[in-house]
């Protein structure tokens, strides 16, 4: 079992910046696939950006490209999620999430039932 923890969340005018942060306390994260997720209220989880660690690919979702960069520390086994350019419709739980995922995969990163192991999740809010 993994434990991910989730931090750098918080209240945010529009316009503004936070730095999500995940790690895995006393373990590492050697997967092929790290990834964010969100959930809004009243909205279903969606996928916003994630990395094929094998390839160092990132991936999107439309909505956030161009603000949000994903990022990996293997030293310090983290995976980040910086996040500018924040709009109210960015408000979520966010999740960081990681999966062992075949490496003859060739599809959407962006899938949440390629990831075996989440976080408890970090609240983001933008609003003025």
């Known amino acids: 079992q993994v434990q991910l923890v989730e931090s750098g969340g918080g209240l945010v005018q529009p316009g503004g910046s936070l730095r999500l942060s995940c790690t895995a306390p006393?373990?590492?994260?050697?997967?092929?696939?790290l990834a964010w997720f969100r959930q809004a209220p009243g909205k279903e989880r969606e996928g916003v950006s994630a990395?094929?660690?094998?390839?160092?690919?990132?991936y999107y979702t439309d909505s956030v490209k161009g603000r949000f960069t994903i990022s990996r520390d293997v030293a310090k086994h983290t995976v980040d999620l910086q996040m500018n350019s924040l709009k109210p419709e960015d408000t979520a739980v966010y999740y960081c999430a990681v999966g062992s995922i075949s490496r003859a995969y060739r599809g959407d990163f962006l899938r949440s039932h390629l990831y075996d192991y989440w976080g408890q999740g970090t609240q983001v809010t933008v609003s003025a």
């Open positions: 006393g373990g590492t994260l050697h997967y092929d696939g």
């Open positions: 990395i094929a660690t094998l390839t160092g690919n990132t």
